[in-house]
């Protein structure tokens, strides 16, 4: 069965970092209706076989009158990537959606441990803004990962968070190599571990050589495999 998708067109287009952008964009003929953590599908007219199908995970709520907020980095050699960068407000796009399942468990019963490395940061910012929305008190533990000091993606918004809100805690970390080693340091500090009981919630984003090692690192520690909630973008 094809998917449904209809043109989209490009409100504003805003840099974020050195290498990500951000696009605000709105669906022409009806609105997306998705849960925090759901991505959409951008159908991009590139390639030897178009279109290019691309992932992107919102970044913010949904909105009343149904504009998307996309947040990418600039692959060097990425068709799709490359493509996008060259967008302008009133730019037409197609994308279908929303899918995925990268969404806040229930009940949420333990603290809420959020690891993302680099722009999987992006579906992490929209559970977040549900989470203090919705005035949950689920004591919430981020850890966010970036290649650079100047490519930590939202940070002035988590050290706002953090100031806000007394159960949301907020580690950065930039590393280049051994990056799930450094974030298992931090998490053994962390949370350390009850025995015979697992402390938190994992939820994980990022390429699969940084997720995967991580899933195992919770999976040997004593949590079912099922209870890693795990996104990967590659």
Same mark, same amino acid.
């Given at each position: 069965?094809?998917?449904?998708?209809?043109?989209?067109?490009?409100?504003?287009?805003?840099?974020?970092?050195?290498?990500?952008?951000?696009?605000?964009?709105?669906?022409?003929?009806?609105?997306?209706?998705?849960?925090?953590?759901?991505?959409?599908?951008?159908? *991009?007219?590139? &390639?030897?076989?178009? $279109? +290019?199908?691309?992932? /992107?995970?919102?970044?913010? =709520?949904?909105? !009343?009158?149904?504009?998307?907020?996309?947040?990418?980095?600039?692959?060097?050699?990425?068709?799709?990537?490359?493509?996008?960068?060259? *967008?302008?407000? &009133?730019?037409?796009? $197609? +994308?279908?959606?929303? /899918?995925?399942?990268?969404? =806040?468990?229930? !009940?949420?019963?333990?603290?809420?441990?959020?690891?993302?490395?680099?722009?999987?940061?992006?579906?992490?910012?929209?559970?977040?803004?549900?989470?203090?929305?919705?005035?949950?008190?689920?004591?919430?533990?981020?850890?966010?990962?970036?290649?650079?000091?100047?490519?930590?993606?939202?940070?002035?918004?988590?050290?706002?968070?953090?100031?806000?809100?007394?159960?949301?805690?907020?580690?950065?970390?930039?590393?280049?190599?051994?990056?799930?080693?450094?974030?298992?340091?931090?998490?053994?500090?962390?949370?350390?571990?009850?025995?015979?009981?697992?402390?938190?919630?994992?939820?994980?984003?990022?390429?699969?050589?940084?997720?995967?090692?991580?899933?195992?690192?919770?999976?040997?520690?004593?949590?079912?495999?099922?209870?890693?909630?795990?996104?990967?973008?590659?």
């Amino acid at each position: 069965m094809a998917e449904l998708s209809q043109p989209a067109t490009v409100l504003s287009v805003t840099d974020l970092t050195p290498h990500v952008r951000q696009l605000v964009v709105k669906p022409n003929r009806t609105k997306i209706s998705f849960q925090p953590g759901q991505w959409v599908s951008l159908k *991009l007219p590139i &390639g030897p076989k178009p $279109p +290019l199908n691309r992932a /992107y995970s919102m970044a913010d =709520l949904s909105s !009343p009158s149904g504009e998307l907020t996309l947040v990418f980095d600039r692959v060097l050699g990425g068709l799709g990537s490359n493509y996008l960068y060259q *967008l302008k407000p &009133g730019d037409e796009i $197609p +994308l279908s959606g929303p /899918y995925g399942n990268f969404v =806040l468990p229930q !009940p949420l019963d333990r603290e809420l441990l959020l690891i993302a490395r680099y722009t999987g940061l992006v579906p992490i910012r929209c559970l977040l803004k549900q989470i203090f929305f919705a005035e949950l008190q689920t004591p919430v533990l981020l850890i966010a990962l970036a290649p650079h000091e100047e490519e930590v993606l939202f940070h002035q918004e988590w050290l706002t968070m953090a100031m806000q809100h007394r159960s949301f805690r907020y580690l950065p970390l930039v590393a280049q190599n051994g990056e799930a080693e450094a974030v298992e340091k931090a998490v053994a500090m962390l949370t350390p571990p009850v025995k015979g009981q697992p402390k938190v919630v994992p939820m994980l984003c990022g390429t699969k050589a940084f997720v995967r090692p991580l899933r195992t690192y919770f999976t040997e520690g004593g949590y079912d495999r099922k209870e890693v909630k795990v996104e990967t973008y590659d």
